[in-house]
């Protein structure tokens, strides 16, 4: 007999889960339905920016095909949505009447966007009402509403300063539309980046074409358009800034109503332990961006100190593969077996890239320290334990600034903006745990004019795609296989898959291999 398992949702996470399980399903050993809001099979939305400004199509988006799935037997539910889990009978209520029964059951909601209480906008969040002219460029149809005002050359006003509203308007920008990006605090991405990275940063979107309002509060929306649509933006010092369209990026939300409506404990994000199992549940299971690891165990060290849902795909889909090894020994062996699997391990602390053609930043771990700050360097040096040292360096007239924190010569956080190599290095370095050269200087020069030929990681070993967990080895193994291209890549390694910033690492590592090759 085969075990019943629900996903509910089906975005980029919930795609990897049912991948690794289709052996299974073909096998027998798994019944699955997929439950979708959309009705399109699961896509990547991290780039839905990038179909907005017409740099790639839906087709190329497409994670998932629904037709192929039906064929291997998936049940492909699409275009609705579940109204009530019955825990009690162990089944799905469905918007459309149909039911669907589990015998284990999958949260992969992933998250919502954050709708500002502005005037002119209903902040409901279950259903936000959004003037024409306002979009929080989350699926398909919102990317066609910024592809429209991108191809007019229509004025952008992106409101909120964290990575993906970066990204679009630099995007928009270099496509020809006239962007202005609103948001709170002296520099955009003001809980990641430190003070002199932020000011670097800011410069150099404007350098790019980017006009940025900081520190600038926003109170509501005007629509005065001739359709009725959007016309300005309003702010609390009693200005406006005008456009044609509003990009909403002011964060996302772990979808949790669900589960909270079944009785679910739920903190950011609904709340499981190390096996991805809801607590006290140990019939439904949460991956994604909905999913809090927390465990219940008060003296988990990790736990302790874990944070919330990271809001990246990279973790979300190591989720979904150890998931989906412990679902399939729960249907093809016994728990005893199943429960033998190793714990998923604890996430590291991301990477935040910022992709663009015209700029390079990387950003992580904790960055906020000064080289002259006494008693930030201090703080936590007890029982031994080495203080923090940070060394910066900045030129701010070419838009390039490092900061490197270190405790006992290991990165605890960085910053590099402008300096794209020596950016890969400390990414790498950050990784790994691995220690700094005593002399910080050597990092620099990566950057330097004897060290810009040739493009690609420096060590094969190292890993290209952090999202797809893929080292530079297997990207050249597959090259070496026939592909020539980065789609080939990535249908044939998943690298390139997620966020889309090591696109141009493959890219270089395809060149590499061609110009090696002998003549025919």
């Not at 950057?447 to 050249?476: E, F, H, M, N, Y």
């Amino acid at each position: 007999m085969s075990e019943q398992i629900v996903i509910v949702g089906f975005g980029p996470v919930a795609a990897r889960l049912i991948d690794e399980l289709l052996p299974a399903v073909r096998g027998g050993h798994v019944s699955l339905t997929v439950v979708g809001e959309e009705t399109e099979a699961a896509y990547n939305r991290v780039l839905v920016a990038d179909l907005g400004v017409g740099r790639t199509t839906a087709d190329a988006l497409a994670l998932s095909d629904a037709a192929a799935l039906i064929a291997d037997g998936v049940d492909v539910r699409l275009g609705v949505r579940v109204r009530r889990v019955d825990r009690a009978r162990q089944q799905v209520l469905l918007s459309d009447g149909t039911t669907a029964h589990y015998e284990r059951l999958v949260f992969a909601t992933g998250s919502r966007p954050v709708i500002p209480n502005l005037t002119g906008i209903n902040p409901d969040p279950a259903s936000p009402v959004l003037p024409a002219g306002v979009t929080a460029l989350r699926d398909l149809r919102d990317a066609a509403v910024l592809q429209a005002a991108v191809d007019g050359g229509k004025r952008v006003v992106v409101l909120g300063g964290g990575v993906l509203g970066l990204e679009t308007a630099l995007a928009a920008a270099e496509e020809g539309a006239t962007v202005t990006v609103v948001h709170n605090g002296p520099h955009p991405l003001g809980r990641n980046i430190d003070r002199g990275g932020g000011a670097v940063l800011a410069a150099n979107l404007r350098q790019c074409g980017v006009r940025m309002a900081g520190n600038a509060r926003s109170t509501g929306v005007e629509h005065n358009a001739p359709d009725g649509g959007f016309s300005a933006l309003l702010l609390d010092d009693g200005s406006a800034i005008d456009g044609d369209l509003l990009v909403l990026s002011c964060g996302v939300r772990p979808r949790t109503e669900l589960a909270e409506g079944c009785g679910l404990s739920t903190g950011t994000g609904i709340l499981v332990d190390h096996r991805l199992r809801a607590h006290h549940e140990p019939h439904i299971f949460a991956i994604g961006d909905c999913a809090e690891v927390r465990c219940p165990d008060p003296a988990c060290a990790d736990c302790r100190t874990a944070k919330g849902p990271s809001g990246l795909v990279g973790p979300g889909w190591r989720q979904a593969e150890w998931l989906a090894e412990y679902l399939t020994l729960l249907a093809t062996g016994t728990q005893e077996e199943a429960d033998a699997l190793a714990a998923l391990p604890q996430e590291q602390a991301g990477v935040i890239v910022l992709k663009s053609r015209g700029m390079n930043m990387a950003v992580a771990g904790s960055n906020g320290a000064d080289p002259w700050d006494e008693d930030a360097l201090t703080a936590g040096a007890v029982n031994g334990r080495p203080r923090l040292q940070v060394a910066q360096w900045a030129d701010p007239e070419h838009g390039r600034y490092v900061k490197m924190t270190t405790r006992g010569g290991v990165l605890e956080g960085l910053v590099a903006v402008g300096m794209p190599r020596t950016a890969a290095e400390l990414v790498g370095l950050f990784e790994r745990g691995a220690e700094l050269p005593a002399d910080r200087s050597l990092l620099l020069r990566l950057d330097g004019p004897d060290q810009l030929v040739g493009s690609g990681p420096a060590d094969p070993a190292g890993t290209v795609c952090r999202c797809a967990g893929v080292s530079g080895a297997k990207i050249q193994d597959a090259v070496e296989g026939g592909c020539s291209t980065v789609a080939d890549v990535s249908k044939a390694t998943r690298a390139g898959t997620g966020c889309g910033g090591c696109h141009d690492n493959i890219r270089g590592l395809i060149e590499k291999h061609f110009q090696a090759a002998p003549a025919a």
